[in-house]
């Protein structure tokens, strides 16, 4: 076995040190009655050329973003990532060293992580940022518990044009008293009203997602405002969940925001079927001693030279154990370092350029899908990033429409937003990144006039 | 003995942000044009973000280099012998890197019809079966990210069974006092109180303390096994029992399962729920910190409460994902789990197979025996009990000479080696933890054993070598307490530096 260097020669002279006279000599501590007699019950092992055919053709079942007009994100987004992000990430010096807990030996990792919390603050205009939590869903549930911590307030109002698996992950890990969804209007947006009728002194937080899940863009300076005369206490949260649009929508924390939690998988990592992605968590600095996860910082080595170490690490459960402020430990600390080389490669231009890219693309779609008014409309206008809602007419078959556009013509219309909105039967929502040509947006305007044709 | 590190040619890299040069790129794309609607006609100016400020430009080659530079100041494991005891840091095998790369894998989304990604659910039902095999589980969930996340899942499931009997008052968890942070952490999240439990003075948990304890308020134990001394838990089928007949539940954490592999099955022996990482046992690269996965694994009885989605398999022979199902805890994170991460595990097993698992067990049993029959003249092992996959070592032979095992740690450092963990666990005074797994070669460990015994004369001879270790490293060690005191934790542009 290739991974397994050790000879039968040492295996026998190891044996001999040790004192034993056969392998099962070694697992006596293991009470007989545990033993297992007949094996594990896999199949053999698979040579490399075996396994790489195999795998491969596994991979080539899938349909990818390369073969379908797949113009679907809803949190996951098919964007171009430069070739040299792979490059970087794929030395093993990064992907293969553990958790930099020996910073002498791992300030490679540290100063990327260092470079990633700082490009993270700017493109959000926080104070500070984590080395990174799991992914959106699960930094939106850090993000709540800091604020019970923070104001010792019970209750969150989460608007519900905030990512639904988002919603769902806040559902498992909190009781159903402990948040409260707050409707949307029939523009798409957080429906302030509801939002002041449910704000009282028990509001721990306000979440709010920017641009929401629908792709439209809540009024943050209004939201902050209602906080601060109805509930001043309580913290104001946004959830990123297309970090893309921060270069070219001002950013949460300019309108003030306590936290901003998001999924940086925009930044430079692949849709993978969802995972790994990577969370991102920024804050006010001065909730840093109830902030959850790592940190690194700054400091000194005994010669006095520059170095970065993990710190302020009296929060976390290897010290704090029962008392910690999370229990996260392994975080997505490579994708940390993806996400720093992509925002370096990018950088003040590039982010810009590719953000207008995308609000390119998708306008030009708008104004494209705006001429079957007798199919569907755009629901709630173009003051969008790069997603928008479409619904169809009554009389129309959508789930039909649907199907035939992907069975017969290899075109993914979106989402339909009915898997996670019972009463949005008619609507589907729709992306469109810089990877969308307007040749092939126009080919798809011309394929949903053939499909309706045969309805 | 000749040492086998060298000081090599490394660079005072400085941040990205001081490589900064108004004008450079580093990317290339195609434009794309405005088609009459700019943001200043949609949007009100409000909303139209300007600049990102001190944002960098730098050139793909400046960048390049740049982080070419910084993995040169990281130690991985493809660098050399990492001993870290409890981390399990195996060899990462090559080819999984390139296949969790196909683009099959990466440029698919979750929420593409089913039909699209039958093979992308073949892989998670594979490896679904896989771990139920190795564990004799009856049911698994791969969404969990890491360990920790896994537990707060194993836990919350613990919780909905107990709820689902109307057994209300179980509000507590025990923990023994040598088991990994996270544990006690991840119970409190998921709602519960630690009931810590001392381990016995032979190491290990000793059934009697369970007895005395165990009562109808206990929802569980969480039980590492083999624990964090590397040891077989002695009491394990009486603690079981005991938990059992009072109602409890025994959770595992399976963080040291790489001893057990084609051993022992932890259903078999009466677990109930446990967690796996992929990224010790199964070999997935632990990235400097993660991503990792942490599947949860249960008996027929919890099947219920595991989280959605999960994947099944029509009588047909295609996959499809499971949303709904009455009795769920409900949803982990967003989407499938860390879907490539699991891609890895999967194609390990494969290559791997059913003797190369069981090999792999006793490779790493073996070398961990092998280094505590080799160094036990020279370190004080605190527990005689029979070693598994690592062995722990106390300070007690050299604290009274002024030498701390955090000198000893920075010391492997100048020969070339990782650290392995240390002050953990907490119930060893000065924790020397060496897990050498079954990747290391004979030549490799004899090194280090050679190592570890200079570094023992060293400490009598030489002290100041430890006290000043590492010496060759690109950093001395570092001012923990400056960062702590004065957290400066991202860089700002010199002229508006605040003195924190």
């Not at chain 1, 929508?249 to 925001?257: A, C, K, R, S």
């Not at chain 2, 996270?182 to 998921?190: C, E, G, K, W």
């Not at chain 2, 409900?330 to 890895?344: A, E, H, Q, W, Y």
């Not at chain 2, 054993?449 to 004369?457: C, E, H, L, P, S």
Request: hydrophobic share 35%.
């Amino acid at each position: 076995m290739r991974y397994l260097p050790l000879t039968e020669k040492d295996r026998k002279e190891m044996m001999i040190k040790v004192a034993v006279n056969s392998v099962d000599s070694l697992f006596t501590s293991i009470p007989q009655n545990y033993h297992i007699t007949n094996g594990i019950g896999l199949e053999e092992g698979l040579s490399e050329s075996e396994l790489l055919n195999k795998l491969e053709n596994l991979s080539n079942k899938n349909k990818t973003f390369d073969n379908v007009d797949a113009f679907i994100g809803a949190g996951l987004y098919n964007h171009y990532i430069p070739v040299a992000v792979d490059h970087i990430i794929s030395r093993s010096e990064f992907y293969t060293a553990y958790t930099p807990y020996q910073p002498e030996i791992s300030q490679g990792t540290l100063q990327s992580i260092f470079e990633f919390q700082t490009l993270i603050s700017q493109l959000f205009d926080m104070e500070i940022t984590n080395a990174s939590m799991y992914d959106g869903a699960t930094s939106l549930v850090e993000a709540i518990l800091m604020s019970k911590r923070v104001n010792r307030k019970n209750k969150a109002l989460i608007s519900s044009t905030v990512h639904p698996e988002y919603r769902e992950t806040v559902a498992t890990y909190f009781n159903q008293n402990d948040y409260t969804e707050i409707s949307y209007n029939e523009d798409g947006v957080t429906d302030v009203d509801s939002l002041i009728s449910q704000i009282d002194e028990d509001t721990t937080a306000v979440v709010i997602q920017y641009p929401n899940f629908f792709g439209n863009i809540e009024d943050l300076a209004k939201i902050r405002n209602i906080l601060n005369e109805n509930a001043p206490k309580a913290l104001f949260i946004v959830v990123i969940a297309e970090a893309l649009s921060m270069g070219l929508l001002t950013p949460p924390g300019t309108f003030g925001v306590d936290i901003v939690v998001g999924e940086g998988q925009s930044l430079g990592l692949s849709p993978s079927f969802g995972g790994p992605g990577i969370g991102l968590f920024s804050c006010k600095a001065k909730y840093l001693r109830k902030m959850p996860g790592r940190i690194a910082g700054e400091t000194v080595d005994k010669d006095g030279e520059q170095s970065f170490v993990f710190t302020i690490s009296t929060r976390e459960q290897h010290i704090r154990r029962e008392k910690a402020t999370s229990n996260i430990c392994s975080n997505h600390s490579l994708n940390a370092v993806v996400v720093a080389v992509y925002l370096s490669l990018m950088g003040k231009e590039g982010i810009k350029e590719i953000a207008l890219s995308n609000f390119y693309n998708t306008q030009y779609a708008i104004k494209i899908l705006s001429q079957f008014p007798s199919i569907f409309k755009v629901k709630y206008g173009k003051k969008v990033f790069n997603e928008f809602v479409i619904e169809f007419n009554d009389g129309i078959d959508v789930n039909l429409f649907y199907d035939k556009l992907f069975k017969e013509k290899n075109i993914l219309l979106g989402l339909p937003l009915k898997k996670f909105y019972a009463q949005e039967t008619k609507s589907l929502l729709l992306n469109f990144t810089e990877q969308v040509s307007t040749k092939s947006i126009d080919n798809f305007a011309k394929n949903i006039i053939e499909v309706i044709g045969e309805l | 003995m000749k040492t086998i590190a060298k000081q090599g040619l490394k660079f005072n890299e400085p941040l990205i942000f001081e490589r900064s040069v108004v004008g450079k790129k580093g990317y290339s794309f195609k434009e794309c044009l405005s088609n009459g609607s700019d943001p200043e006609d949609i949007f009100d100016d409000l909303f139209i973000r300007d600049e990102i400020k001190d944002f960098p430009e730098v050139s793909e080659v400046e960048v390049i280099r740049h982080f070419t530079r910084l993995s040169q100041l990281n130690y991985g494991l493809d660098s050399g012998f990492y001993p870290l005891g409890s981390c399990t840091m195996k060899y990462n095998p090559k080819v999984n890197e390139d296949i969790a790369r196909f683009k099959g894998f990466n440029k698919i989304h979750p929420y593409f019809p089913e039909e699209f990604t039958q093979g992308a659910l073949e892989v998670i039902f594979g490896l679904q079966e896989q771990l139920k095999k190795i564990t004799g589980f009856e049911a698994v969930t791969l969404q969990p990210s890491a360990g920790a996340h896994a537990e707060f899942t194993g836990l919350k499931i613990i919780k909905a069974y107990h709820e689902s009997n109307h057994d209300e008052k179980r509000k507590y968890i025990i923990i023994p006092d040598s088991a990994h942070g996270t544990n006690p952490a991840s119970t409190t999240l998921a709602g519960f109180e630690v009931k810590n439990v001392k381990s016995g003075p032979d190491g290990y948990i000793e059934a009697e303390t369970i007895a005395e304890i165990m009562d109808e308020t206990i929802a569980g134990i969480m039980i590492t096994n083999p624990n964090t001394l590397g040891v077989f838990e002695q009491d394990l089928d009486k603690i079981i029992k005991i938990v059992h007949s009072k109602g409890g539940l025994v959770y595992g954490d399976g963080a040291n399962m790489n001893a057990l592999m084609g051993k022992l099955k932890p259903a078999e022996i009466g677990f109930d729920v446990m967690h796996l990482n992929l990224h010790k046992t199964f070999s997935t690269p632990h990235g400097g910190g993660g991503p990792g996965a942490g599947p949860i694994l249960v008996t027929q009885e919890l099947k219920r409460f595991l989280p959605l989605p999960l994947v099944a398999k029509t009588e047909e022979g295609s996959f499809h994902i499971v949303k709904n199902a009455i009795g769920s805890i409900g949803r982990m994170k967003s989407f499938m789990g860390n879907f490539t991460v699991l891609v890895r595990a999967y194609s390990y097993i494969l290559e791997m197979g059913e003797r190369g698992l069981t090999q792999a067990t006793e490779d790493a049993v073996l070398s961990a025996n092998y280094i505590r029959e080799s160094l036990k003249g020279h370190y004080h092992l605190p527990y005689e009990a029979e070693s598994l996959h690592e062995v722990v070592f106390s300070d007690k032979n050299f604290k009274d000479l002024g030498v701390h095992t955090i000198d000893l740690a920075k010391r492997l450092i100048d020969y070339g080696l990782h650290p392995s963990t240390v002050y953990f666990p907490l119930i060893v005074s000065g924790a020397i933890m060496i897990e050498p797994t079954e990747s290391e070669s004979k030549e490799d460990i004899d090194y280090f054993i050679d190592v570890m015994k200079t570094i023992a004369n060293e400490m009598k001879e030489t002290p100041e070598l430890l006290h000043n270790a590492p010496g060759i490293s690109y950093r001395k060690r570092l001012d923990e307490v400056k960062a702590a005191k004065h957290p400066k934790l991202r860089w700002y542009k010199l002229d508006e530096e605040t003195d924190e």
